[in-house]
C-alpha cells in the first residue's frame, strides 16, 4: 500500500472591510468579497489574504475598527483608498505577511508589534506620515523573516524611555530608500542573516544595538547615513 501525503497551500483571498465601526474578528458584518460587497468570509483574514479598507468601508467620519484578536494575520494590509478619517484602535500583534499602507486620511491609535514574517521580495512599509503609536504605548516592529522590505515614508514610533518603540532586525533585507527613522531603540539580538540599506537616512534613536550579528551575517550599508 502506497499513501500519498501533500500539503495544500493557504488559498488567497482579498477582505474588503464594510460596515463602518466594527471588531476585527466581526467577519460575518465587516469583511466582505468586495469592495462595498453584501457576501461575507466565513473567517477573519488568514497569512495568505490581503485586506483593504476603501471608499466603501466607512461611511461615517470618525468610524473605528477596533483590534479584538489576540493574534492577527494578514498578508498585505492597506489603508490607501479609504475616505471619512477613520481610526484603527487597540493592542495588536500582528503577523504581517506583505506590505503595511497606510493613509494620510486615517487615525492610528495602535500599540503592540508588528511582525513582519513574509519569505518575498517587493514588501512596501509606508506609513504615510503616521507615528506608529497607540494611546499608551508605541508600536514595535520586528523583521522575522526572509523577505525584503522598502520603507515608502518616514518611520517613527515611539522615541521616549516611557514610550519605547523597538526596530528589531533579525532575518529578511530592510532598505530605507532615504526617509527618516524615529525609534527608542534599534536592535538585532540574532546572528541570522540581514541586510540593511541605509541610503542617506537620519535614524534618530536613544540605542543602537547590533551586538547579535556578525560580520559573516550582517551586510549593513550605512556610509551615506546619519545615526
Known amino acids: 500500500i502506497i499513501i500519498f501525503i501533500c500539503s495544500s497551500p493557504l488559498l488567497a483571498s482579498n477582505y474588503y472591510w464594510v460596515g463602518g465601526t466594527g471588531a476585527w474578528s466581526d467577519y460575518a458584518a465587516h469583511w466582505a468579497t468586495t469592495s462595498g460587497g453584501t457576501v461575507f468570509h466565513v473567517t477573519i ?3 495568505a489574504d490581503d485586506v483593504f479598507f476603501d471608499a466603501s468601508s466607512f ?42 499602507i497606510l493613509s494620510p486620511n486615517m487615525n492610528w ?24 503609536i497607540g494611546q499608551s504605548s508605541s508600536m514595535n516592529l520586528l523583521f522575522e523573516d526572509t523577505g525584503t522590505w522598502q520603507l515608502q515614508s518616514a518611520l517613527t514610533l515611539g522615541t521616549g524611555a516611557g514610550n519605547p518603540g523597538v526596530i528589531d532586525l533579525d532575518k529578511g533585507t530592510f532598505y530605507t530608500n532615504g526617509f527618516s527613522i524615529n525609534c527608542y531603540r534599534v536592535m538585532s539580538l540574532m546572528s541570522s542573516a540581514f541586510s540593511l540599506f541605509l541610503d542617506t537616512s537620519v535614524v534618530n534613536c536613544i540605542n543602537w544595538n547590533l551586538s547579535g550579528q556578525s560580520l559573516l551575517s550582517m551586510n549593513l550599508d550605512a556610509d551615506s547615513a546619519i545615526i
Open 109 to 132: 491609535n495602535c500599540n503592540g508589534g508588528l511582525h513582519l514574517k513574509s519569505t518575498a521580495p517587493g514588501n512596501i512599509i509606508n506609513t504615510a506620515g503616521h507615528a506608529l
Open 45 to 47: 483574514p488568514s497569512p
Open 59 to 100: 461611511p461615517s467620519t470618525g468610524d473605528t475598527v477596533y483590534m479584538d484578536t489576540t493574534i492577527t494575520n494578514c498578508k498585505s494590509i492597506n489603508w490607501s483608498s479609504a475616505t471619512n478619517t477613520p481610526s484603527i484602535s487597540g493592542t495588536i500583534q500582528m503577523d504581517l505577511y506583505g506590505s503595511l
